[in-house]
Every structure is written in structure tokens, then in C-alpha cells.
């Protein structure tokens, strides 16, 4: 009898010491990376989770907003949160970022300087602890993959290609067709690069 208590005890305290264990601690379960896009140009159509960007960055910006919490679902002031842009696919002109979140275990910034076309992902690590950005859909100026920070000729080429078709990566006012006012777009950030 003394034996089974012993263990029940001890089962008891193995339960509780793990749980003490992620009390505190960024948990990717409960934490959230949540990706959207804010337009510049108030006739572009594209929702929240779609937009045109530009090397220099005078277009759109990607919004990063971040709550960090344990897995008990408590949010965590005062933790440092690096946020990664993809590791391939885009030229980013910024680096990560670095931000701290509040009392509320929230923080924010943005990205809008980089090139390249395609769903991006941001990632937001603290404490080691990786958790993954919803999807969001980036056409750009610096279409001529790999992109490079320069909206140049080869980018022209790559946009006129394009012109009168569905591509999406060209389509900059997301009205599913690239016609003139996705050619005025270009035309406005021809030549622009990473400042």
C-alpha cells in the first residue's frame, strides 16, 4: 500500500514539475504570427491577404503582428521576437527585426522594401521557439526572378510578357486581368531599387 501511494505521489510530482515546466515559456501552439497587407494606393482591390510591392519601399507593406503566450495560453510580456522574412524566393532590402512585446504579449512591424513574386511567409522566433505566419500573396515591380532589389529593363521584359494575361505576379491592382493600370504601376516604379 505505502509502495502504490509512493508512486501515485511521485507520478504526482513528475505531472506537475512538466507543467511548471512550459508555465512561462513561448509555446508555438498558442502563439500567433499573423501576416496581412495594408495598401498604399486606395484603388487597388486586393484584400488583406494580397498585395504589389516595390524595392524602395513606396507601395504596400506587410504587416506582421505577433502575441507571444505559454501553452497554458498566458501572454508573455517582455520577450524578445525576431521576425524573419522567407529564406528564398524574395530579395528583402531589411534584414529581420527585432521587437519586444508589451504588457499584453503583443508586438508589431512591418516589411516593405524587397523584391520578388509569390505567397510569402514570415516567421517569428522567441526563445528559440519558431512559429509560422499565415500566407500572404506578394506581386512586385521585381518580377524578373531571381529578384534583386532593382526594378529594371529585365523586369519590363518579364512584366510585358505578362501583359493581357492572368499573372498574378504582374496583376497589381488584383483585378485578375494585366492590362494598362497594372502598366502604369510599373511605369511609376520603374527603375526604383533597395535604398
Not at 501552439?29 to 486606395?42: K, L, R, W, Y
Request: charged letters at 15%; one cysteine or more.
Amino acid at each position: 500500500m505505502l509502495k502504490k501511494l509512493l508512486v501515485a505521489c511521485l507520478g504526482t510530482a513528475v505531472v506537475l514539475a512538466a507543467g511548471v515546466a512550459f508555465a512561462g515559456v513561448p509555446c508555438a501552439g498558442t502563439s500567433e504570427c499573423n501576416v496581412s497587407v495594408a495598401h498604399f494606393d486606395p484603388t487597388v482591390v486586393c484584400d488583406g491577404t494580397e498585395g504589389y510591392f516595390c524595392p524602395l519601399g513606396d507601395q504596400d507593406t506587410v504587416h506582421v503582428a505577433i502575441v507571444i503566450r505559454d501553452c497554458y495560453g498566458n501572454t508573455l510580456a517582455g520577450r524578445d521576437v525576431t521576425i524573419d522574412p522567407p529564406a528564398s524566393g524574395f530579395f528583402f532590402c531589411e534584414a529581420s527585426k527585432q521587437v519586444t512585446t508589451d504588457a499584453l504579449g503583443e508586438a508589431s512591424t512591418f516589411f516593405t522594401q524587397f523584391g520578388g513574386c509569390g505567397f510569402l511567409q514570415m516567421t517569428a522566433t522567441s526563445e528559440g521557439v519558431s512559429i509560422l505566419g499565415n500566407l500572404v500573396y506578394a506581386a512586385n515591380v521585381d518580377c524578373l526572378a531571381p529578384a534583386d532589389g532593382d526594378v529594371t529593363l529585365g523586369d519590363f521584359a518579364q512584366f510585358a510578357a505578362y501583359y493581357n494575361s492572368t499573372e498574378a505576379c504582374v496583376d497589381y491592382d488584383c483585378s485578375g486581368l494585366v492590362a494598362l493600370g497594372d502598366f502604369a504601376r510599373f511605369a511609376f516604379h520603374y527603375d526604383h531599387s533597395c535604398p
